[in-house]
């Protein structure tokens, strides 16, 4: 079954301390992994592709083929990182994304 | 940049009425999906078109279709609404069959009373 787990509803944490979200996922082949935003009241933006092994506004997502995991770390939070943030998985052929249920991060002064 | 444009932003119904959401595609996408989104729920697919043809299909109820036209826009008809239609759905475009990047709308909040 293809399946994305994000275990967190809800994740708190103050300005300049560490966040880590998770995201576990159940796929038979070899997906693409995604990491999406939607600040307050706009559309959703991509935020990271594993394939693009990049890190965009201090984040990056690691894929562990082993553990089925695609976390979302920042080494230091700022407030404007409050969001929610939804790790997705497609088919390595493209085609539709499998959303997880997402996670709210809130960055408190 | 042009982005996805969904219209309308709001929209509120009846039981049993029907609705008509549209998808405007960025320029040059060739490839439209549909998602819905429940309250504190995550984004469930619906259907997907691909050079105005099918391309996948996920949990759409019966009561809804949609199509791509000429133009690459998309509408999504939904009819007999029942309450639990209430959500956000939002589309997204792609292009090349949707093995680029994809972009999302803003959404539409359908409320039905």
């Known amino acids: 079954a293809q399946r994305v787990t994000q275990p967190e509803k809800l994740l708190s944490v103050f300005k300049g301390a560490p966040v880590e979200l998770k995201c576990n996922y159940s796929?038979?082949?070899?997906?693409?992994l995604f990491w999406y935003v939607q600040y307050s009241r706009q559309r959703l933006q991509l935020l990271l592709r594993?394939?693009s092994r990049e890190s965009i506004k201090g984040f990056t997502a690691d894929l562990n083929k082993g553990e089925t995991s695609f976390h979302l770390k920042k080494p230091f939070a700022q407030e404007e990182d409050s969001a929610m943030y939804y790790c997705?998985?497609?088919?390595?052929?493209?085609?539709?994304?499998?959303f997880g249920q997402g996670t709210e991060l809130s960055v408190k002064p | 940049a042009a982005g996805v444009i969904q219209s309308p932003r709001h929209l509120i119904k009846e039981k049993r009425e029907t609705a008509t959401l549209k998808c405007y595609p960025i320029?040059?996408?060739?490839?439209v999906y549909w998602y819905q989104q429940g309250p504190g729920q995550d984004p469930q697919f619906l259907i997907s078109?691909?050079?105005?043809?099918?391309?996948d299909k996920g949990s759409i109820p019966d009561r809804f279709s949609a199509q791509q036209f000429s133009d690459y826009h998309s509408e999504l008809n939904m009819s007999s609404l029942e309450l639990g239609d209430s959500a956000l759905y939002f589309c997204?475009?792609?292009?090349?069959?949707?093995?680029?990047?994809?972009?999302f709308g803003q959404g539409t909040r359908l409320t039905v009373v």
């Open positions: 320029p040059r996408h060739d490839t």
């Open positions: 796929y038979s082949g070899s997906p693409e």
């Open positions: 594993h394939i």
């Open positions: 997705a998985l497609r088919g390595n052929q493209g085609g539709k994304l499998i």
């Open positions: 078109f691909y050079e105005k043809m099918q391309s």
């Open positions: 997204a475009s792609s292009h090349q069959g949707g093995r680029t990047e994809a972009f």
